[in-house]
């Protein structure tokens, strides 16, 4: 089957824009991951959803980011009024299992500029 | 805090052999993943350890020694291809899978 896909692929948007970013996983995953990726820096944690639960949001750097998942399976990571400092590729993982140490399955993620 | 460290930048010629280092010093580990990243594309799986020792798979291997806080990967008969950022990940014991990255290493082969 396909694997994660997220969209858009590119996002330009006007300081204090807000903005929604998409994630489909692998179908039948229960794990979800986002990820921001500054330019030349491994990907860091922002939050982890098993099905429709978001367990975890300590990644998320203020409370202008927002996820959800509500139905366990689509996410949509949400950022508002956004800032320059925003400008990332944001990534998307899913993994098969919940608790485990299952392979993470990535998206290509989407690269937001904020100008 | 966490901490990984890896080279950022290394050369090697076409049908070499490399070996990129990964140190890390974390306050749980439950395992250590590496990852390949072309410019522009998602990070596609390498390799696991959990238990010390040299793993092989293909012209890749991967090594971990957990008591030293390090692993390798090894990447042999180096094709152009093979010219991306490789990502050395511990994962954190933390209840699920949390991915700690280091900054990852950028590889250019040359012929």
């Known amino acids: 089957g396909a694997g994660v896909s997220q969209s858009p692929r590119y996002k330009v948007a006007k300081r204090g824009q807000d903005v929604a970013l998409r994630c489909d996983p692998i179908?039948?995953?229960?794990?979800l991951f986002w990820y921001q990726q500054a330019l030349g820096q491994g990907p860091e944690f922002l939050t982890y959803f098993q099905n429709e639960a978001q367990l975890d949001k300590s990644g998320l750097p203020s409370d202008r980011f927002f996820a959800e998942r509500p139905e366990g399976s689509v996410s949509t990571l949400k950022i508002q009024r956004t800032q320059q400092e925003d400008s990332a590729v944001y990534l998307c993982?899913?993994?098969?299992?919940?608790?485990?140490?299952?392979?993470?399955?990535f998206g290509p993620g989407t690269r937001l500029t904020v100008l | 805090g966490q901490n990984i460290d890896q080279p950022t930048e290394m050369t090697a010629t076409e049908g070499a052999i490399v070996q990129i280092n990964c140190t890390y010093q974390t306050s749980g580990f439950n395992g250590l993943f590496w990852y390949q990243q072309h410019a522009g594309e998602a990070p596609t799986f390498l390799s696991y350890n959990v238990l010390d020792g040299l793993e092989e798979k293909g012209r890749f291997s991967s090594f971990l020694s957990r008591s030293k806080g390090y692993s390798y990967l090894l990447l042999k008969e180096l094709q152009m291809k093979d010219s991306a950022s490789y990502l050395c990940a511990v994962l954190m014991n933390t209840g699920f899978q949390k991915l700690v990255f280091g900054t990852g290493t950028r590889l250019l082969v040359s012929p």
């Open positions: 179908s039948g995953h229960v794990s």
């Open positions: 993982a899913s993994s098969p299992g919940g608790p485990t140490t299952d392979t993470q399955y």
